[in-house]
Structures are given as structure tokens and as C-alpha cells.
């Protein structure tokens, strides 16, 4: 919401910015990078045009991620966005560490500061807590598998937008 401040006799807006983080695809002048979801392999390039120069898919609900890990019944065209079906995400084969933590965030009383008091002490110059770590850190905490809650997930959301509808309820 802008807000307006005086300086002299002048109006000035001082308007609120939000960063957004964007997994998959990022991009900074001519240089750009994708990074999969499912194995953090990161690939970096100049002018490149398309998650597919590197062998890589988007799916609808925008998880980039490397051809290899497609799920395996599945036909896609590369240059299509791939449908929930083949997305080893939205199939609840494998988990966006993103999206894990946001429903843990939810559903858990678990605080990211909870986590760093702990990487903090083993690392004393560290200045964040990755998505990775939260999400290892709860499942422990739960004494439970990625696969057991990936199980959990499927049975309470059987479609993936519904599951990400309920992170923004």
C-alpha cells in the first residue's frame, strides 16, 4: 500500500516492495538457470531460450525438473508443459522441499528459528535454513519417511492442486 511522505514541499510515494523467490527457473540479464525440483541439479547458461536446452520439463503447476525423472508411463513432447500425470511431483513420487515446508509451516508447530538454533550451533556462519533442512528436520522431529508423508499427502489430496490449495487457505 503506498504511503505518502513530505519532503519540503514536495509529495513523495514510498511504495512497500515484496521479493519473490521463483524455484525452477531463474533469470538475471542474459545469463539463466534452471534448477530440478527432484535432484538440485542446476544448470546455468548464457542466452539459453528454454528449460528444454537443458534436458529439462516445467509441468502445469510450474515444477521444473530434469526428463530423467518423468514418470516412466507417461509420453511428453519437451516443448509442451508436462501434465500433472508425468510430474514425479504432482504423482506424489517425489516432494518439492518448497512446498513440504510450506504445508509443514502450516501443520506443525515446528519454527524455521527452531531449526537454525540447531545448524547455528554446528555452523556459526550460517545465515539461513534451506527448504531441505526444515523439511529432514520435521519429518525426524515426526518420526516418519518423505514416503510415509508423501503416502499421507496422496490419501488426503489425491489431486496436487488440491494439496496447494490448501497451503494458501
Known sequence: MPMEHRHGT???KIIEVNMKVRYGFVSNSSSTSFICEVCNRTEVG???GSVTDYDMVTCINEHTFCTEHLVADQKVKPS???PESACPICSYIDMSYCDIKRYFLQTTPYTIEEV???I???NKRRKKVYDNEY???VLKAKNITSDDLLNELKN???KYPDFMSSLRG
Do not use: L, M
Request: proline share 5%; net charge positive.
Open 10 to 12: 514536495q509529495k513523495r
Open 46 to 48: 548464457w542466452d539459453s
Open 80 to 82: 509442451r508443459e508436462v
Open 116 to 118: 537454525f538454533v540447531g
Open 120 to 122: 547455528k550451533a554446528i
Open 135 to 137: 523439511v529432514e528436520y
Open 156 to 158: 488426503k489430496y489425491p
